[in-house]
């Protein structure tokens, strides 16, 4: 079992509709969760981070927390063709002595006008 | 600019042959990351520096890799032999935290194609 796993996608959506995303991870101990954008050929920027279960809005985006699921989501409204790209699910995880982002393989979005 | 500037943006190298891939963190921070990103794959972990101390390289896929970050700043990742299995796009990150807690910050990668 990978530390983190994401459906690879592609997660196909029109213009308007709400993407949802989602995410596993296997550590009970991971206390941070990580939404990162890729778009190809350029490196991973962050979109939102979250570490309370429940829900943490942020303009379009809604980042989703569920730990005794080991389940994290990102919600994207009013989605737009700019917002095509991967999407990477990241955990923080303990490494003793200090915390490592570790990534899932990501979700390629793609909305259609 | 302000953010973590890796060189060179691409590198192409014949089997067999040394590369050395270099990470200009953001200035101050204390963590450097390097991560190894396949093709249609997530990052994934290589190396870790807090400082000049390597605390981790369990990431690291074979005694080929060896990274240093000799003054606690500027990083060098070296693959030695390369085979083309090593082709992917390696990635930089640096934060200001032990670890990270809130957000590491990437580079725009190094391209390596080994041929």
């Known amino acids: 079992q990978k530390e983190v796993e994401q459906n690879s996608g592609p997660l196909s959506v029109p213009e308007g509709a709400i993407a949802s995303l989602n995410c596993t991870y296997s550590?009970?101990?991971?206390?941070?969760f990580f939404w990162y954008r890729q778009y190809s050929g350029k490196s991973p920027e962050l979109i939102m981070f979250?570490?309370?279960?429940g829900d943490k809005e942020d303009g379009r985006f809604t980042a989703q927390l569920n730990k005794a699921s080991q389940y994290v989501s990102l919600l994207i409204r009013d989605s737009q063709p700019s917002d095509s790209a991967t999407y990477l699910c990241?955990?923080?995880?303990?490494?003793?002595?200090?915390?490592?982002?570790?990534f899932g393989a990501g979700t390629r979005l793609a909305v259609h006008p | 600019g302000a953010g973590v500037s890796q060189s060179p943006r691409y590198k192409v190298a014949k089997r067999g042959q040394d590369v050395a891939l270099r990470c200009d963190p953001i200035?101050?921070?204390?963590?450097l990351f390097w991560y190894q990103q396949a093709l249609g794959q997530g990052p994934e972990f290589l190396t870790y520096?807090?400082?000049?101390?390597?605390?981790?390289k369990s990431g690291l896929p074979s005694d080929r890799f060896f990274a240093e970050r000799p003054e606690g700043s500027v990083s060098t990742l070296k693959i030695q032999r390369t085979q083309q299995e090593d082709s992917a796009v390696y990635l930089c990150?640096?934060?200001?935290?032990?670890?990270?807690?809130?957000?590491?910050?990437f580079g725009q990668g190094t391209r390596l194609t080994v041929v």
């Open positions: 990150a640096s934060s200001p935290q032990r670890g990270v807690n809130t957000e590491a910050f």
């Open positions: 550590d009970r101990g991971s206390q941070s």
């Open positions: 979250i570490y309370s279960n």
């Open positions: 990241a955990v923080n995880m303990w490494a003793g002595g200090y915390n490592k982002l570790i």
């Open positions: 200035s101050g921070h204390v963590s």
């Open positions: 520096f807090q400082n000049e101390a390597q605390l981790d």
